[in-house]
């Protein structure tokens, strides 16, 4: 009643109620929407360099799939490891994506790999699952939490025990700063995300509240991304925000 007042004094404020209150709502509309775009822009980290895809699938390997599927948005980030050796030598790297996309899309009969980035033990990052690295790409990487979220796997075995190379961690947290930063999303804050499976360890249709960065492991029954890894990733939250420029 006091902002009604304010903005038209006298018996003319009752009847013109509606439209100062509609004018106040607007006005604070258009005042908080900047303001929340500098916020947004201001947490966005610079995107790493990502070698594409084109670098490891070879014509004799690729296999006809359809066409990608795309959500709005990219919110949360699952942290894989693909069970594989972990004494490779870096410059095999592309060999040996070719060879999970190979086991997925063959045994598995999967689409396409179902991460959406993969990193190695020297730091690199690669593409994983056609679509484009700058879009929120649908991935098959957690089992009823594939929708918004992005799936990063790290090259190698990390059971207990076993070092994860600092290089690794890092890149991790770059792509995840970059990704999370589009979306404008904390890496260290929870979100809300809805499972569509019900192999997941929620049936389908729950609304869960997750951590914006998690292992695979928080969404579905699996020991992945392994103890060691899963250790390492409140730094890995710690850091893409960082980067991301938060306090």
Not at 82 to 88: E, K
Request: aromatic share 6%; glycine share 10%.
């Amino acid at each position: 009643m006091v902002v009604v007042l304010a903005c038209l004094p006298g018996l003319a404020a009752l009847l013109a109620l509606v439209l100062c209150a509609r004018g106040v709502e607007q006005g604070a509309d258009v005042a908080e929407r900047p303001v929340a775009a500098r916020h947004a822009a201001a947490y966005q980290a610079a995107r790493p360099h990502i070698v594409p895809r084109t670098a490891w699938l070879t014509d004799a390997a690729r296999r006809a799939q359809p066409p990608p599927r795309y959500d709005d948005k990219v919110i949360a980030v699952f942290v894989h490891h693909t069970d594989s050796p972990n004494g490779y030598d870096c410059a095999d790297v592309p060999r040996i994506i070719r060879d999970v996309y190979t086991g997925q899309t063959g045994s598995r009969d999967w689409d396409d790999i179902g991460y959406n980035f993969l990193v190695d033990r020297c730091g690199t990052i690669y593409e994983g699952r056609a679509g484009g690295i700058d879009r929120a790409v649908t991935g098959a990487h957690t089992q009823g939490f594939n929708h918004r979220t992005t799936g990063i796997a790290a090259l190698g075995t990390f059971t207990a025990g076993v070092p994860v190379p600092k290089a690794m961690t890092d890149a991790i947290a770059a792509i995840t700063a970059w990704k999370l930063g589009l979306s404008g999303t904390d890496p260290r804050a929870t979100v809300r995300l809805t499972s569509s499976n019900s192999q997941s360890r929620y049936s389908a249709g729950t609304s869960a509240m997750l951590p914006a960065v998690a292992g695979h492991n928080v969404g579905y029954m699996t020991s992945c991304p392994g103890a060691a890894l899963t250790a390492r990733i409140p730094e890995i939250r710690e850091t893409a925000a960082r980067l991301q420029g938060r306090p």
